[in-house]
């Protein structure tokens, strides 16, 4: 395409063929006042501020194609008088008082008030008599503020295919609206691109947005920053390989993640604000059962060595992680790992019928096969020694030690600590439990073992904890697993006594919970006068939290709960020694983990001389389609359930709990997806200032 | 193609029919020279209201369809649609062909787009067929309408004749609100090329303040409200406009209705807003004097706006029969029978139904204020005055 020169003002002006007036001034650098024109939205010439005069004629810059040597004047008398009559027509029709508009300081009509200097004075002022609309999931509709600009109308329309909103017409007065009563019968598709092309407040997040812009909330919530949105789409369109290299890209253990992720991504997804969220976790699941080749291993980076050698201590999530990406960059790297195999909580903690073991085996086969060294059944007392014989030290041996609560008969013999019943279990020693078993807790870590325990055999498995239903620690999931196994939940319960003669115990006894709130950190709870009564049981779990097994002796600094303190890059006081993973900030998840491991091994690349870029690229991403089309129905969508095995069944052994999708519904559950991401690709308002500091080509 | 088809059309000179009349030469140019013509869009200028030719999808939908397959044909255009008013809803349905209501957006068409008035391709179809181009215009004065349809060089005096009219003195508006006031002299001029479909006689008392006060609204109401200038503008004028025939004008509204008119006909795109102000442009010109007389004067030369108005009774006239008092729905008129009936200005809602009831014609309009009957309740026959309008 051959280049275009135009006369901007007495400025020459290089545009391309086909570019309009307007967007190759801006391109270039030249502001002309312009509210309808967006750069990733067709240009309509409506209104009426980017006015030039051309020929002796005033038109619209924004729809007049560039023709070589043409005479433009933005500038003067008459074009601008124009221009301002436009603001000033637009103003009149316009609420007067910008400082309580959400979108203060950040409204392109207010800049280009403060620009042009104008005010509707001498004309009639009206209130669009069109009422605030909060009626509709997740974008609030503030019509009043409307200029009529249209960008949301063709952002929904030209670029994204659906045509959920529209102009409208009553007693005289336009405004837009979607073409039925509310968006979710207007097949809207939620996709937020109306709301990030509006210029004023008229089209608004009903959660405000930071001023880093908008991106999808699954990706940002993820800890490990996995590409959810993309990947998803990639599912979509069934290219499960693909999907599965986006994923490794952020993630170690993706697939045993897959089975026991907390998904923090699925209470973030702007989707539940509709009917439920995406089943993301499923669906990632989904895509790495379907890459049996391993596509994205041989995409792999490697650095060459350096000759530096790092300690791990700890084989769980955060210490593979951490080991891993540190060989990727070229560092050797040894393992100490306590237990005879890696995994930690993977493979001693989380129980069978939710994390299958062949998966974690093979998972960290994966990560071991670049070149790392592990001494297993080696446990490290003295840090001090291991940075001396190294270059660096991680410490990620996570919380390991179940607590006990400090209540009398707490240390009978049939009262059991979660972590060492669960351990135990795992290595097919499982202690003896009687018939009537009461699991202490409410998190997860009290689900699996209550679960595990029926499975163990127990006829009558039941769960106390302080918590109410509604703000139950552990997962909705898992509470409703739980109740289809058999197992009953006494809510709002706090523990006095294990009662019983002798070694034996008869029950637990328990108060009401009135109100219970965490205060810096510390419980304020408030009990029910005269409530106690006794559970009935034999055995007793304790799942009411775990700790670090660390020491003041071992020379590090120790903060609540036994963690290890350390600064932002995950350094401890002492100077080649770091930490990461729930050691340092109390017990999480695995997820957290891999994504703590991750970043202590740049951190300590960095300190070994590395740049700490531990990014990869194992996947040419395509860019997604903006246009996403029409679907009937979409917004009510139900979310696809996995299969489940049948209670009475998983019940009797450590099978497998839960069946993984189908393509079919694999398919189907990420056609749900929002696709929030693709407003990533629409620009944000852009303000005259933008055009002073850098220029719009910048 | 059909260039026999096209030969003919062209033989004839004939035009575009509407705001944006053409030659069909000028028109037809660029697809002449290769430019495929992907869709013949048949459509109503946006600024039409009147639809003078609607017989086309009636009457003559014989006519109108050849002609569509004509220039179809013709062009071998790949798809026909067809624009219609919401208030031909149905006209077209057994075209066969698909039919949207509203305004055209002139936005969305595109370069292979060949866009016609139905009584441009009745004429070409006309002409297809051997007959002269013809021309519908509505004539209309007071509530009666009537569409005729005539050869097309016929002149404004030969539509209303046709259409069983006259008028000795007055004004003629041709184009209705998007028109022109007509001189004399081109009464016997063709009605094509000067205006569009209606023509409309004022034998006595036209404001054009208060005309273009209607179109402005009308164009309000009508605007797809895309383009800011032909929305707000049309919006501001029409107030504007409105302080004028109530007499709440101020002195810089002369200036506000210039550069609006200007800006509206100048910036919008499609004919609607092009067309709105056309009447209001020129009259502001050449009727200066009355937008004056309403905005400075606050006074309405012709009577026609209510505001500068009263109706009144004639205390020489009235018989205090009563006839008025009971059409008043607003209970406005005092005393009677036997008594010299008055009208409270202050609940009198000007319908003029007391006007058209009264035996006597006893009841007119009056400037505000003038006093042509008595102050207190009096017996008929026991007020004298003068029966001169004022």
Known sequence: MKPVTFKLDGVTVTAKEGQSVLSAALDAGHYIPHLCHHPDLPDAGACGLCLVEVEGKIVSSCTLPVREGMEVRSKGGKVEARRELALKLLLAAHPEDCSTCPKYGKCELQTLMQYMGVSPEGLERRLKPIAYNDQNPLIIHDMMRCVLCGRCVRACHKVRGVGAIDYKKKDGETFISPVGQLLMDSDCRFCGACVQVCPTGSLMDKEEVGDQGFSAPCKTTCPAGTNVPEYIRLIKEGRYEDASCLIHERLPLPRSLGHICFHPCEEACRRHCLNEAVSIRNLKLAALERDPEKVWKPKRKQLPDTGKRVAVVGAGPCGLSAAYYLRKQGHSVKVFERQPQPGGMLRYGIPEYRMPRDVVADEIGDLLEVGIDVQYNSSVGDYKKLAAEYDAVVIAIGNQQGARLPIPGSDKPGAYVNLDFLRQTAEGNPPALGDNVLVLGGGNVAFDCSRTAVRLGAKNVQMACLENESNLPGDQEELEAAREEGIAIHFGKSFLEIVGEGDTITGVKTVDVKSMEFVDGKLNLETVPDSEAVIPCDTVIFATGQRAEMSPEMGLALGRGNSIVVDGDGRTGLENVFAGGDVTYGTQSVVKAVASGRSVAESVDRFLGGDGDTSEKLIDLDTASPRIGKEPGFGALPRVKNGVVPAEVRRTGFMRAEKSFTCEEACKEAGRCLQCQLREQLHPPKTWTDFEEGGAAK | ?390
């Open chain 2, 1 to 390: 193609m059909k260039p026999e088809l096209i030969q003919k059309a062209l033989d004839a000179g004939l035009y575009e029919y509407g705001h944006h009349a053409r030659p069909l030469a000028q028109k037809w140019e660029p697809f002449l020279e290769g430019r495929p013509v992907k869709r013949l869009v048949v459509a109503y200028d946006n600024a039409d209201y009147t639809f003078a030719s609607q017989p086309l999808f009636t009457e003559e939908k014989a006519l109108l369809l050849s002609g569509i397959r004509a220039v179809q044909e013709a062009f071998d255009a790949e798809g026909v649609e067809i624009f219609l008013p919401e208030k031909m809803q149905g006209l077209a349905d057994g075209f066969g062909y698909p039919v949207r209501y509203g305004k055209v957006d002139v936005r969305e068409l595109g370069e292979g787009d060949l866009l016609h008035h139905p009584e441009t391709l009745a004429n070409i179809a006309r002409v297809q067929a051997g007959q002269g181009p013809m021309l519908y215009a509505q004539v209309a004065q007071g509530g009666t309408e009537k569409t005729v349809c005539l050869p097309l060089e016929s002149t404004v005096g030969g539509f209303i004749q046709a259409a069983g009219m006259a008028i000795e003195e007055g004004t003629v508006v041709a184009g209705g609100w998007f028109g022109r006031m007509l001189t004399p002299a081109q009464l016997s001029q063709p009605l094509y090329g000067l205006a569009n479909c209606r023509i409309e006689l004022f034998p006595q008392g036209f404001c054009p303040v208060s005309f273009a006060q209607e179109g402005s609204a009308h164009a309000a109401a009508e605007s797809c409200g895309h383009c800011t200038f032909c929305r707000e503008g049309n919006y501001q004028i029409s107030r504007f406009l409105k302080n004028a025939v109530t007499g709440h004008g101020t002195e810089e509204d002369i200036p506000w209705l210039h550069t609006l008119s200007e800006a509206v006909g100048e910036e919008s795109v499609c004919s609607l807003g092009q067309e709105s102000v056309r009447f209001l442009r020129e009259a502001l010109v050449s009727e200066s004097k009355s937008f004056d007389a309403h905005i400075r004067g606050k006074r309405c030369d012709k009577d026609v706006c209510q505001a500068f108005t009263d109706y009144a009774v004639d205390g020489s006239l009235c018989v205090g029969c009563d006839k008025c008092r009971s059409v008043c729905e607003a209970g406005a008129i005092e005393d009677g029978p036997g008594f010299i009936h008055r009208i409270d200005v202050f609940e009198c809602v000007k319908c003029g139904k007391c006007a058209a009831a009264c035996p006597e014609k006893a009841i007119y309009r009056v400037r505000v204020g003038r006093l042509i009957g008595p102050t207190k309740a009096t017996k008929v026959g026991r007020f004298r005055t003068s029966r001169k309008r004022y």
